[in-house]
């Protein structure tokens, strides 16, 4: 029996170091994924790392891109606000202007306009009087040749027959007083 206990622990002697090494295995296999997973782990760190610090660098860049482009479009923004503003108070000024010449050359107008005004009356005065007058004088000489014409007719006046007269006397025109007069104009 000895034997066979000298073959049973032999066996397991044997099957414990089968079953140790068989756990070694397992072990160093376990760590050997354990180390293979940490290097990848690492890798893939290693990675995030150098991406997320070349996304930090483009976000610097882009933002101090961004600052002197807000720095760039203010200093455009306060530039051309004073460049409109000089504008608009040059404009001002020019409409100020051409609004009290506006007003002057009103003001000239109405003057110029109230003189001409009334030198139309005055115009239309004197043409009415010439009328006036023209229509009189011939009212005149109407009235006068139908006097004169009645003097003839019933011979009065200096058309009257004098009684002293001889008889082969003609009596002409040359010798008439108070005959028709052309009046000149």
């Known amino acids: ?70 720095e760039y479009w203010m200093a455009k923004h306060e530039k051309d606000v004073q460049l409109k503003q000089e504008a608009l108070d040059s404009l001002k000024d020019k409409r100020d202007k051409d609004l009290a010449r ?19 009356i005055q115009k239309e005065k004197a043409k009415r009087r010439a009328e006036q007058e023209t229509f009189q004088n011939k009212a005149a000489v109407k009235v006068q040749a139908w006097w004169r014409g009645l003097l003839v007719r019933h011979q009065l006046g200096p058309y009257s027959k004098k009684k002293g007269k001889k008889s082969g006397k003609k009596s002409g025109k040359k010798g008439k007083k108070g005959g028709k007069k052309k009046k000149k104009k």
């Open 102 to 120: 506006l007003k002057d050359m009103t003001d000239k107008y109405k003057e110029y306009e109230s003189v001409v005004l009334d030198e139309r």
């Open 1 to 70: 029996m000895k034997a066979k206990t000298s073959m049973e622990s032999k066996y397991l002697k044997k099957d414990a170091e089968v079953r140790v090494s068989c756990a070694q295995k397992k072990c160093d296999q376990d760590d050997k994924e354990l180390e293979d997973e940490v290097q990848r782990l690492s890798r893939e760190i290693s990675q995030e790392t150098n991406a997320n610090e070349e996304v930090e660098a483009f976000l610097r860049q882009h933002q101090q891109d961004l600052t002197s482009q807000v």
